[in-house]
Antibody, heavy 118, light 106 residues
Framework: QVQLQESGPGLVKPSETLSLTCSVS????????WTWIRQPPGKGLEWIGY???????NSNPSLKSRVTMSVDTSRNQFSLRLMSVSAADTAVYFC????????????WGQGTMVTVSS | SYELTQPLSVSVALGQTATITCGGN??????VHWYQQKPGQAPVLVIY???NRPSGIPERFSGSNSGNTATLTISRAQAGDEADYYC?????????FGGGTKLTVL
């Protein structure tokens, strides 16, 4: 079964850039859409954006100006950069795979907590 | 932008049937997916395409979708079903989540 693992700093200073990577194991990154989703403490899920293995992207309009996503098929990884962060960006960040047959998210990483604080 | 509305909380007696709704404009024509999230864990897909169960999800979980409401039904509720549940759709190539419903099993 495909597994996803997020990695990156757990603490980011305000106004700096949050950078996370999601590593895909026991399966290929090719042929799928890969998504970032976050969850502020005690709150619901918020979609950040997705990237296709070929590199095309789409993101939440509320975050679009600050979000960059990339994919490295040779490493079976994809990444998220969120610029100019503030305390409002403090959240657990999940990566997930959009299923091939349906458009549901069938595989999720365990999530990584990112705190924005000086 | 498209919005999904869920009740904040639902309670169900042990062994009884829980119903969680997800309201959206003409949601009946969309593919609705449901996720279960327990504290400190990642969400798990429990229903996709409105009524399909992924492998490994008990038959006690079922879904329906019509008109302006999608419904997740959990039969013979168990203590282990206590969790937050989120509905999700795609709208204009964007992902939309409902606000989530906390299910309490009494």
């Amino acid at each position: 079964q495909v597994q996803l693992q997020e990695s990156g700093p757990g603490l980011v200073k305000p106004s700096e850039t949050l950078s996370l990577t999601c590593s895909v194991s026991r399966g290929s990154i090719s042929g799928y859409y890969w998504t970032w989703i976050r969850q502020p403490p005690g709150k619901g899920l918020e979609w950040i954006g997705y990237i296709y293995y070929s590199g095309s992207t789409n993101s939440n309009p509320s975050l679009k100006s600050r979000v960059t996503m990339s994919v490295d098929t040779s490493r079976n990884q994809f990444s998220l950069r969120l610029m100019s962060v503030s305390a409002a960006d403090t959240a657990v960040y999940f990566c997930a795979r959009r299923a091939g047959g349906s458009d549901a998210f069938d595989v999720w990483g365990q999530g990584t907590m990112v705190t924005v604080s000086s | 932008s498209y919005e999904l509305t869920q009740p904040l909380s639902v309670s169900v007696a042990l062994g009884q049937t829980a119903t969680i709704t997800c309201g959206g404009n003409n949601i009946g024509i969309k593919n609705v997916h449901w996720y279960q999230q327990k504290p400190g864990q990642a969400p798990v897909l429990v229903i996709y395409g409105g009524l399909n169960r992924p492998s490994g999800i008990p038959e006690r979980f079922s879904g329906s979708n019509s008109g302006n409401t999608a419904t997740l039904t959990i039969s013979r509720a168990q203590a282990g079903d206590e969790a937050d549940y989120y509905c999700q759709v795609w709208d204009s190539s964007r992902v939309v989540f409902g606000g989530g419903t906390k299910l309490t099993v009494l």
